[in-house]
């Protein structure tokens, strides 16, 4: 399905064209002029807002969201996401997924 996300900067949010690849994750690319010098373009987010991690591909992007997908329903806040995530003891199930398909902290 096609939506948008919406993409915090230190200049103000940017919102940009997504897909949502499972029901509440986002995969979004970062325009050219957010982190020029990043090679990780694409964003893996949670519909709330927070990416979870940046790839160099969106291929790496959806292998990581159908690994993630079936860990919790992304479809509820953000905070309530996390805690699930981490009192479901699923942080590194969660870690190991997104690293093991190529992301990297969406800041870098």
Same mark, same amino acid.
């Given at each position: 399905?096609?939506?948008?996300?919406? !993409?915090?900067? $230190?200049?103000? &949010?940017?919102?940009?064209?997504?897909?949502?690849? %499972?029901?509440?994750?986002?995969? /979004?690319?970062? &325009?050219? @002029? !957010?982190?020029?010098?990043?090679?990780?373009?694409?964003?893996?987010?949670?519909?709330?807002?927070?990416?979870?991690? %940046?790839?160099?591909?969106?291929? %790496?992007?959806?292998? /990581?969201? #159908?690994? !993630?997908?079936?860990?919790? @329903?992304?479809?509820?806040? /953000?905070?309530?996401? /996390?805690?699930? !995530? $981490?009192?479901?003891?699923?942080?590194?199930?969660?870690?190991?997924?997104?690293? %093991?398909?190529?992301? #990297?902290? &969406?800041?870098?």
């Amino acid at each position: 399905m096609t939506t948008t996300y919406t !993409i915090a900067t $230190s200049t103000g &949010p940017v919102t940009v064209a997504a897909v949502e690849p %499972a029901p509440g994750l986002r995969i /979004a690319k970062a &325009p050219d @002029d !957010i982190s020029p010098l990043s090679e990780r373009r694409w964003l893996l987010a949670h519909h709330d807002g927070p990416a979870l991690a %940046a790839f160099t591909t969106e291929a %790496a992007a959806n292998t /990581a969201a #159908a690994a !993630i997908a079936p860990l919790t @329903d992304w479809t509820r806040s /953000a905070m309530t996401t /996390a805690n699930a !995530i $981490s009192l479901g003891g699923l942080a590194g199930q969660l870690m190991d997924a997104l690293t %093991a398909a190529g992301g #990297a902290h &969406p800041n870098n």
